[in-house]
């Protein structure tokens, strides 16, 4: 639970913004999976995969992701993991999905309150590394470059990341990020960024 909740949920801070009322939306108070839960039948078992924002550390966002299996019987959860680097980025408002070699990705925004605008990430791991670990390190989609100043800070909460149909390989991610220019614009000019990666070891029909 992040020092702001319950009582708010904007939480964390963005460069040159000393208003409170104008930090992102964490939505960690809901203590809930974010969009969205992804099913995969892997032929032995049945897969979901799925993640949420949470505290990584004190003050700190980190993505939750957890994958939930099951081999004829009851769901339970395979394996599970935070990712969050040491270094005072938050990241938040994530989605996961898995390809069709069982190797799992995530996408999430990233923010700080000094030198890293609101921006797009990924990580993801492969089907056969230790559990719990995001092994693959991590991935800039696009750096921001302003800064949200609306006080209705709601953020990213529909990012999803989806497999491509025809080759079961490549992650198609959508998230927003801010500009300069954007910022410029309007209070809440966000921009929206769609990005396609794959991970090593999957390959096309």
Request: proline share 6%.
């Given at each position: 639970?992040?020092?702001?909740?319950?009582?708010?949920?904007?939480?964390?801070?963005?460069?040159?913004?000393?208003?409170?009322?104008?930090?992102?939306?964490?939505?960690?108070?809901?203590?809930?999976?974010?969009?969205?839960?992804?099913?995969?039948?892997?032929?032995?078992?049945?897969?979901?995969?799925?993640?949420?924002?949470?505290?990584?550390?004190?003050?700190?966002?980190?993505?939750?992701?957890?994958?939930?299996?099951?081999?004829?019987?009851?769901?339970?959860?395979?394996?599970?993991?935070?990712?969050?680097?040491?270094?005072?980025?938050?990241?938040?408002?994530?989605?996961?999905?898995?390809?069709?070699?069982?190797?799992?990705?995530?996408?999430?925004?990233?923010?700080?309150?000094?030198?890293?605008?609101?921006?797009?990430?990924?990580?993801?791991r492969l089907a056969g590394d230790a559990l719990g670990q995001m092994t693959q390190g991590e991935g800039t989609i696009i750096d921001g470059s302003g800064v949200q100043t609306s006080t209705n800070?709601?953020?990213?909460?529909?990012?999803?990341?989806?497999?491509?149909?025809?080759?079961?390989?490549?992650?198609?991610?959508?998230?927003?990020?801010?500009?300069?220019?954007?910022?410029?614009?309007?209070?809440?000019?966000?921009?929206?960024?769609?990005?396609?990666?794959?991970?090593?070891?999957c390959s096309a029909p």
């Amino acid at each position: 639970m992040f020092p702001c909740a319950p009582t708010s949920r904007d939480c964390l801070p963005q460069p040159g913004i000393t208003n409170p009322s104008q930090y992102l939306d964490v939505l960690s108070y809901r203590q809930r999976p974010t969009h969205r839960l992804a099913y995969r039948n892997m032929k032995t078992y049945d897969a979901l995969v799925t993640g949420q924002s949470v505290e990584a550390a004190s003050g700190v966002a980190g993505m939750r992701w957890y994958e939930i299996r099951r081999s004829g019987g009851a769901y339970s959860v395979y394996q599970q993991g935070t990712y969050a680097p040491n270094d005072g980025i938050h990241r938040w408002m994530g989605s996961v999905a898995m390809d069709k070699q069982g190797n799992v990705a995530m996408g999430y925004s990233v923010v700080n309150g000094t030198s890293v605008f609101p921006g797009i990430r990924y990580t993801g791991r492969l089907a056969g590394d230790a559990l719990g670990q995001m092994t693959q390190g991590e991935g800039t989609i696009i750096d921001g470059s302003g800064v949200q100043t609306s006080t209705n800070s709601r953020w990213g909460d529909y990012t999803s990341l989806n497999l491509d149909p025809v080759d079961d390989c490549t992650f198609w991610y959508v998230n927003e990020y801010y500009t300069a220019a954007g910022q410029a614009s309007s209070p809440a000019g966000w921009q929206t960024r769609i990005a396609s990666f794959r991970l090593p070891g999957c390959s096309a029909p």
